[in-house]
Nanobody, 115 residues
């Protein structure tokens, strides 16, 4: 069983920055994709960004140019750097990792952006 532990959420003013971290209990090379999703109150969970084993990245249109996903293989950790935050970025952010036949989710970390 893989465990994911997110951290780095909090309250920030619009225009500010936060960096989320997701530490995995297994080697990061185990996984095909590492991703961040978010869910705002009353809305469906949505993909924010993901990074493949090969290092390719994909972003939701709403965060392109503001967010950056990266990983530290030695620390088995994936990051989400969030800059120029907007109130509409307020959500619970979840880390997700996938490998053949398995998907694992973290418990989430709250990000609140005040206007």
């Amino acid at each position: 069983q893989v465990q994911l532990l997110e951290s780095g959420g909090g309250l920030v003013q619009a225009g500010g920055s936060l960096r989320l971290s997701c530490a995995t209990s297994a080697s990061i090379f185990t996984f095909n994709d590492l991703a961040w999703h978010r869910q705002a109150p009353g809305k469906q969970r949505e993909l924010v960004a993901f990074i493949t084993r090969g290092g390719s990245t994909t972003y939701a249109d709403s965060v392109k140019g503001r967010f950056a996903i990266s990983r530290d293989n030695a620390k088995n950790t994936v990051y989400l750097q969030m800059d120029s935050l907007k109130p509409e970025d307020t959500a619970v952010y979840y880390c997700k990792v996938t490998k053949p036949m398995y998907v694992y989710w973290g418990r989430g970390t709250q990000v609140t952006v005040s206007s």
